[in-house]
């Protein structure tokens, strides 16, 4: 038996639903597996030349002996391939309680024909037979199993070392925004010390407006460092700790002068509480 590899198109578009051609539904076919060495030279070879030759060996009383002879032209090996085993057995396992088919879907090659062709759809047998190819462990098998293994082991990711500028990827020493942060700092100014009675002035000034002020507040009016600032509001306010004013400063009762109300006011309230 010859094995020849045949050109097949195929053909990914959607299609409508077609007639199954059942002619061939009482032929009996193989499902055979190949190692991946077998069908990498399969799907290479050309269409239409023989890939394979097929033996089988019948004695009385005994089962089929299968064997499977790979074709000269596809042992022919590349600079890096290593050669691959010429003869290989096949393992017989019958089908029983399955039912396995082999379909074809053919597509006309010219649809602009006078009388195109429909695509055919057909049933090519039924799978009596699995059969599992194996090589013979020889030492051009194990030859090839070796480089396969190697080749496994490499990591697909590797550090090299450059001898040139790569253009698609340049490295950013300084990015926007710290360049913009450091401008902002130099023309700000180092923030340094003034004397501690400027420093509690600015502090009644600001106290004038709001009563409580947040730390960070306090750093931007008065333009001190915050461990001094809060070395001077210790003396002269209080950090509240309790709701509704949690985590704020506030004058001291001492250092508090704000208005007092009207004596309008008082009699007015005192007025509409009688």
């Known amino acids: 038996m010859i094995l020849s590899k045949m050109s097949s198109s195929t053909s990914t578009t959607p299609h409508s639903d077609k007639e199954l051609d059942l002619s061939n539904s009482n032929r009996g076919v193989w499902l055979v597996k190949v190692p991946k060495y077998i069908s990498t030279k399969w799907q290479k ?29 596809l042992l022919t090996q590349e600079s890096d391939e290593v050669v691959i085993p010429k003869d290989h057995h096949l393992d017989v396992q019958i089908v029983e309680r399955q039912t ?36 013979h462990a020889d030492k051009g098998y194990m030859q090839l199993k070796l480089e396969s293994f190697r080749k496994a082991a490499q990591p697909t990711r590797l550090v090299m070392q450059l001898d040139r500028v790569v253009q698609n990827y340049k490295p950013v020493s300084n990015h926007k925004y710290n360049i913009e942060y450091e401008e902002k700092k130099k023309a700000e100014g180092k923030k340094a010390r003034d004397d501690k009675d400027s420093v509690i002035e600015m502090l009644f000034a600001a106290f004038e407006k709001h009563q409580y002020y947040n730390i960070k507040d306090l750093v931007r009016i008065t333009r001190q460092p915050v461990t001094y600032l809060k070395e001077i509001l210790k003396d002269v306010c209080d950090y509240n700790i309790k709701n509704p004013h949690r985590n704020m400063w506030e004058l001291k009762p001492e250092y508090r002068h704000y208005k007092d109300q009207p004596s309008g006011d008082k009699a007015d309230k005192s007025d509409d509480s009688d």
């Open 100 to 135: 396995l088919g082999v379909f074809s879907h053919s597509v006309p090659p010219n649809s602009d024909a006078v009388v195109p062709e429909t695509e055919k759809l057909c049933l090519e047998g039924r799978i009596q037979q699995k059969l599992e190819c194996r090589p």
């Open 45 to 73: 070879a050309p269409g239409n030349i023989e890939v394979g030759k097929l033996r089988i060996s019948k004695s009385a009383g005994q089962k089929a002996v299968v064997s499977l002879a790979i074709a000269d032209s």
